[in-house]
């Protein structure tokens, strides 16, 4: 018999009162009848973390029935823990709490539940310990979980970690998203402020005398460090991706049985939708310049200014890179942590198996997202031939790195032989590139050639572009970029260029066969 089954039963207790209130136990004079008194149930617990003994009682219950239906409850709940240490305590405590709360002894099923999921047993867990909960069981790529992390510990939990996860509801959520965007305003005009205190704090003010200067600049700067550092503003977009992650964690609690409803999937917001990319014309270009303002978020060169940049870039030891992602329009980890393995030159066809991302700002190499962005795309000869030549680079700067090692060896220096990680593109040494090495070669070469501003990303929207104009439909880009849906691939990444879009209109005009008109007769007089 287990353990829970001793040291307990139903007995009969006198609940009699006397004048002041209290219970008069044996002293009651209908104590020594054999049907006085109601009854009660006693059951020994767990011992409580001080180790002292405790048991659960409880009195005035209608029926012996009623009481031994009761005593069976707590029993069943005590059977869960079997030989666990820990479950016996956390049993123990729950029961000890009912008792203390009058509460209603849970149903062994729900308390089954819980004890498996190793959160509180009562029931009255918060929305803040479920994210824990969830996010320790997280086995995603570094960057998501660290994406989810960075959602619960910014937006959720201070927002809403407090309120009880069983009585969270749609208002809930959505008092939360509004006071994200109440935020958004603060964030903004507190960043604006800072801006304008930044530019009060350079030197050189025509006219103003040196020393005065300086107690000038002093006070100013004095104000810049009390001020609220630069903070990102939870754009539509983020604020989509917030509640993506509320709707799985809370997903997952209907899954464990914890709720039952997950007010997530209820809340308005933005749509989010990506924007889509604009061709830096010669109009926006002048504006740009005269302004010094983006036109939109998202930007594409045209195949002119594309061109420069390659033309300015193809000294540098990067330059492959650039022309990889310019016309097959890899994501920056691809373009990083693409091997060597999987390129075939003779037949021109590259495979995407890998990717470089950073967790925090550590590089890690992880498989594609997804596994539509596992695939393998064809290659242009002029790529083909400029990948080559980079091969034949690479090999160069490995064997002057390996002289030079021996010499510094020689010469009594720890100097390592070159790395063979296998990569495209790799730093001097033949270690792996650090994502964000590529992102500041780029715009140092962007900044050199005097071209309008656009991101390292942005080079595959152009991509996206180009193979538009050179005749390839939707599904073939969608293919080569390896998006989910074609729809991704229509919405944000396609834009038309000027001379495509008119060459199309007039190839649609010509479809229509017209009777030619002739001379225009005058009217008759």
């Given at each position: 018999m287990p353990s829970s089954r001793r040291g307990g039963g139903v007995t009969k207790r006198c609940e009699c009162r006397g004048a002041d209130g209290r219970l008069l136990g044996s002293s009651c004079p209908q104590a020594a009848k054999k049907n006085h008194g109601r009854p009660a149930l006693r059951q020994e617990l767990p011992p409580g973390e001080d180790g002292k003994r405790r048991a659960f009682r409880r009195t005035g219950y209608g029926s012996v029935k009623e009481a031994q239906a009761d005593l069976d409850r707590v029993r069943a709940?005590?059977?869960?823990?079997?030989?666990?240490?820990?479950?016996?305590?956390?049993v123990g405590d729950l029961l000890q709490d009912v008792m203390t709360r009058r509460a209603?002894?849970?149903?062994?099923?729900?308390?089954?539940?819980?004890?498996?999921?190793g959160v509180p047993l009562d029931g009255r867990m918060t929305v803040g310990e479920w994210l824990d909960v969830w996010l320790a069981?997280?086995?995603?790529?570094?960057?998501?979980?660290a994406g989810y992390t960075s959602h619960v510990r910014v937006h959720l939990k201070p927002r809403l970690g407090h309120l009880r996860l069983d009585r969270l509801n749609v208002g809930h959520v959505q008092e939360m998203f509004d006071a994200i965007a109440d935020e958004n305003e603060t964030v903004a005009a507190e960043n604006q402020a800072r801006r304008d205190q930044v530019a009060r704090c350079t030197r050189g003010r025509p006219g103003v005398p040196k020393a005065a200067e300086r107690e000038q600049l002093a006070s100013e700067r004095g104000?810049?460090?009390?001020?609220?550092?630069f903070r990102r503003t939870a754009g539509a977009a983020t604020r989509q991706r917030i509640r993506s992650t509320l709707r799985a964690a809370l997903n997952k609690a209907i899954s464990r049985q914890l709720i039952t409803f997950n007010p997530a999937e209820h809340v308005e917001l933005d749509s989010g939708r990506r924007p889509k990319p604009l061709l830096w014309t010669e109009e926006r270009v002048a504006r740009w310049r005269e302004t010094g303002e983006k036109p939109g978020p998202v930007?594409?060169?045209?195949?002119?200014?594309?061109?420069?940049?390659?033309?300015?870039?193809?000294?540098?030891?990067?330059?492959?890179?650039?022309?990889?992602?310019?016309?097959?329009?890899l994501r920056r980890g691809e373009g990083v942590g693409q091997d060597w393995s999987n390129v075939d030159l003779d037949k021109q066809l590259l495979t995407v198996a890998k990717e470089i991302v950073v967790d925090g700002w550590t590089p890690v190499e992880t498989e594609p997202k997804t596994d539509g962005s596992a695939a393998t795309i064809g290659l242009d000869s002029a790529t083909v031939q400029v990948l080559r030549e980079h091969r034949a680079r690479q090999l160069a700067e490995r064997d002057a790195w390996n002289v030079r090692?021996?010499?510094?060896?020689?010469?009594?220096?720890?100097?390592?032989?070159?790395?063979?990680?296998?990569?495209?593109?790799?730093?001097?040494?033949?270690?792996?590139?650090?994502?964000?090495?590529?992102?500041?070669?780029?715009r140092r070469l962007c900044a050199a050639a005097d071209l309008p501003p656009i991101n390292l990303r942005d080079l595959r929207h152009g991509a996206a572009t180009l193979m538009h104009a050179g005749?390839?439909?939707?599904?073939?880009?969608k293919e080569t970029l390896r998006h989910s849906t074609i729809t991704l691939t229509s919405d944000t990444y396609t834009s038309l260029l000027p001379e495509v879009d008119q060459a199309i209109a007039e190839?649609?005009?010509a479809l229509v066969p017209r009777a030619r008109r002739g001379d225009v007769v005058a009217p008759a007089e």
């Open positions: 709940i005590l059977d869960l823990a079997g030989d666990d240490d820990d479950a016996q305590q956390r209603p002894i849970p149903e062994p099923g729900e308390v089954s539940r819980r004890l498996g999921v069981t997280k086995k995603t790529r570094a960057t998501t979980t104000k810049l460090a009390a001020m609220p550092p930007m594409v060169w045209t195949p002119d200014q594309l061109g420069a940049f390659l033309d300015a870039a193809e000294g540098d030891r990067l330059y492959a890179f650039f022309h990889l992602i310019a016309f097959r329009g090692a021996a010499k510094e060896r020689e010469a009594g220096k720890a100097t390592l032989d070159w790395m063979d990680t296998g990569k495209v593109f790799v730093q001097e040494d033949g270690s792996w590139l650090h994502p964000e090495t590529v992102s500041d070669a780029f005749g390839g439909d939707l599904h073939a880009i190839r649609a005009a």
